[in-house]
């Protein structure tokens, strides 16, 4: 019937008083694989108010002796990177060995962050005064950077141990504290990861993670006056909060409609290859997967070709068997997929694949000759079924990639660099990839979306400064 696990407060484990858990469904087996607390509204409460206060004297904690912690919980991390990874691949269906990456790509952008914020807050500015008209050389200026206070970090189910960090070891290196809802399914992974950083011995009360229904302590939680920052990661509830939150920082990403803009000189075994990583990798459940193909007609014949021919290569099955396609997150994920790919048959789409689907899992699907009258010519499958629209300029391209709501990534495949990067700058999304299919990494990348895809940018060196203000102290001479 599941392990239950418990939630994480003032630095010891704990049962929720409301005698409530949440059941974590295995997606590839559908049973119960584990459960957890249902935390409630007062043991929310709770935690923000014990951030509040351990914020309070971590801030006054040199900042090497922050990142030697970081630094130390990062080394755990690696440590305990299979039973993490077997969490993820029975709580989210990861494929194992990607599974395994999650985990070391995270402990490496702990490290990471502890340098970079070492470096970062290490500098202050000083400034004078007669620079400005009217001034003389009476006032000497100090800035510096502080934390922010409570930091409340929101990761989706696709990387519940990178995207959790990813915001946790900024927050902490720049002094705040951490208050953690992960998502339902990756809270056990997450759990595992914050035991991590207990056993790197951080104060009691500055990381706390609560588990729960989104309906009891979703709007409690980012709506709560005691928190300072909100950093999330995940879809349309992201533009809920912002519209919620109150007067504070909002770090956002929320998804994407990547599109991958195919020229007619372009290597299309490259192309190709790209797609496949690009759109098929964790069965297209990441934000930056290739969403969308947009293939000029003179090589689309040849391209799908080529893709199909590595399509029918992918092995599709257990995420313990480390196969490429494993099921997705959810039933309802799996209708919702399921809806597009039937609205594009209906429409006329050419299927080069037959439509197959079992429980959760659903085989690799390439539509082709997809036209914007259909659903899924827009909207984001997070599934392993891509559409390429063919088009006759590069112009219709770039129009159906800024009609998109989304704007996050997107991908040019030319051998003309200049074409590549008057198309980049015509793009109107965060990230455009050069003869590559979009990825947020390297982690000290900068990482933004614009329009529905986010607010602010992210990647290690943003992320540390988004979430400190500056503070100036200016001596004012006789
Ligand atoms: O799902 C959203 C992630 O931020 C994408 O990260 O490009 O490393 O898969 P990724």
């Not at 995207?163 to 705040?176: D, E, F, T």
């Not at 991590?196 to 588990?211: E, N, R, Y």
């Not at 005691?226 to 950093?231: A, D, F, K, T």
């Not at 933004?448 to 203000?469: C, E, L, P, Y």
């Amino acid at each position: 019937d599941g392990d239950v696990y418990k939630y994480y407060s003032d630095g010891e484990w704990k049962k929720s008083s409301s005698g409530k858990t949440v059941s974590i469904i295995n997606p590839t087996t559908r049973k119960t694989q584990y459960k957890v607390q249902a935390c409630s509204q007062e043991e929310v409460n709770k935690v923000i108010d014990l951030a509040k206060s351990a914020q309070k004297s971590w801030a006054k904690t040199p900042l090497w002796k922050r990142a030697e912690l970081l630094h130390k919980a990062a080394a755990i991390l690696k440590e305990h990177k299979a039973p993490i990874a077997e969490c993820l691949v029975k709580e989210i269906a990861k494929p194992a060995k990607d599974a395994v990456t999650e985990v070391v790509r995270s402990g490496d952008l702990v490290s990471y962050c502890a340098e970079e914020g070492v470096r970062i807050l290490g500098e202050g500015k000083f400034l004078v005064s007669d620079s400005f008209p009217g001034n003389e050389r009476t006032k000497y200026c100090l800035t510096s950077k502080i934390p922010l206070g409570v930091i409340l970090a929101i990761p989706p189910f696709n990387y519940p141990v990178n995207l959790a960090v990813s915001k946790i070891a900024p927050a902490l290196i720049a002094g705040n504290s951490i208050v953690l809802k992960p998502p339902t399914q990756g809270a056990v992974s997450a759990l595992h990861m914050v035991h991590c950083f207990h056993l790197a011995g951080f104060p009691k009360g500055l990381i706390s993670c609560v588990t729960g229904k989104g309906s009891e302590i979703g709007d409690f939680l980012t709506m709560h006056p005691g928190v300072n920052c909100i950093s999330f990661t995940g879809g349309d509830t992201g533009i809920a909060i912002s519209k919620k939150a109150g007067m504070i920082p909002l770090q956002m990403e929320l998804g994407g409609k990547d599109a991958c803009i195919v020229l007619e000189d372009a290597d299309l075994d490259l192309v190709a290859a790209n797609i496949i990583k690009g759109g098929f990798s964790y069965s297209g459940q990441r934000c930056t997967a290739v969403k969308v193909v947009l293939v000029m007609e003179s090589v689309a014949d040849a391209l799908v070709e080529k893709v199909k021919a590595k399509v029918a290569k992918l092995s599709v099955g257990a995420p313990e068997d480390d196969c490429d396609i494993t099921p997705v997150v959810s039933e309802s994920s799996a209708n919702f997929i399921e809806g597009l790919v039937l609205d594009a048959k209906e429409k006329g789409a050419t299927f080069c694949q037959e439509y197959k689907r079992e429980g959760n899992l659903i085989w690799p699907l390439l539509l082709d000759h997809v036209r914007p009258d259909m659903r899924i010519a827009w909207e984001e499958p997070f599934g392993p079924v891509l559409p390429v629209i063919r088009i006759n300029s590069v112009e219709e391209g770039i129009h159906h990639c800024n009609a998109s709501n989304f704007g996050l990534q997107g991908c040019v495949f030319t051998k003309d660099v200049n074409k590549a990067i008057l198309i980049s700058d015509a793009m109107e999304t965060g990230t455009v990839q050069i003869n590559s299919a979009p990825a947020r990494g390297p982690d000290h990348f900068p990482f933004q979306g614009i329009k529905d895809s986010g607010i602010g940018s992210q990647g290690i060196t943003n992320s540390i400064n988004m979430m400190t203000k500056v503070k100036t102290t200016v001596i004012n001479l006789p």
